[in-house]
């Protein structure tokens, strides 16, 4: 491949990515309702881009989840209702529960550093009012703990996971009931776990996390249903 090839693939992978984040931002906080249709051309011009440009940003989106796409037909933003919501918080909850004994055994020098750090981003980004930001370190967090869990093969589900019940708590409460702040600050009980190894606590922080994310957690996590071993 010759250089101007080169330099044109990477430019194009950039505008993909920039594209694939736009819209899975406007997809997450429902700026892009459920079943709105994306037009390739229609966002090719809003993005000043190619048509393959915008399909690789759509395969991707797909890949996650967020857009289903048929052939020679238009894509659409991806439904979002509660009973997918309900299991995707279960398999959260199994994943990241029974991960926490691992982690706590694990030699991850860095892992507390890695999310006190994520942790004051989430609260920078509170302050600022940015709500996706936020969100993204959330993930980032969550994803940076379960790492230490070394099973790599299951990251992709938790990601789902996670954005997933993100994306159907916004479109399923009114912005002044989600305090930013308060969002950022819920993970203190987990780091608390962790720098203490404590591993029960661990487990049990990362169960009432999970379980009071969304309005129907607390339902969905009767009382005295367990995580599995």
Do not use: W
């Amino acid at each position: 491949m010759s250089l101007a090839e080169t330099l044109g693939a990477r430019r194009q992978r950039s505008r993909s990515e920039a594209a694939e984040h736009a819209l899975r931002r406007d997809i997450v906080l429902g700026t892009l309702a459920p079943g709105a249709a994306l037009r390739e051309l229609d966002l090719a011009q809003r993005f000043n881009c190619a048509q393959g440009t915008i399909r690789e940003a759509l395969m991707r989106l797909s890949e996650d989840g967020l857009v289903t796409r048929r052939a020679r037909r238009d894509t659409h933003v991806a439904p979002a209702n509660p009973d997918d919501a309900q299991e995707l918080l279960r398999i959260r909850r199994d994943i990241e529960c029974r991960a926490a004994i691992r982690v706590i055994e694990s030699r991850d020098e860095t892992l507390l550093s890695d999310l006190d750090t994520l942790m004051q981003s989430m609260r920078l980004a509170a302050l600022q009012g940015d709500e996706y930001t936020l969100m993204e370190h959330d993930r980032g967090f969550h994803l940076r703990l379960f790492e230490a869990a070394s099973t790599p093969m299951v990251e992709p589900v938790l990601f789902r996971c996670l954005l997933h019940t993100q994306r159907f708590k916004i479109l399923n409460s009114e912005p002044e009931s989600r305090n930013l702040q308060d969002t950022a600050d819920r993970h203190l009980s987990i780091l608390e776990s962790l720098e203490t190894r404590d591993a029960e606590g661990l487990t049990q922080a990362l169960s009432h996390h999970i379980a009071t994310i969304v309005d129907f957690g607390p339902e969905v996590f009767a009382a005295g249903e367990r995580v599995r071993s």
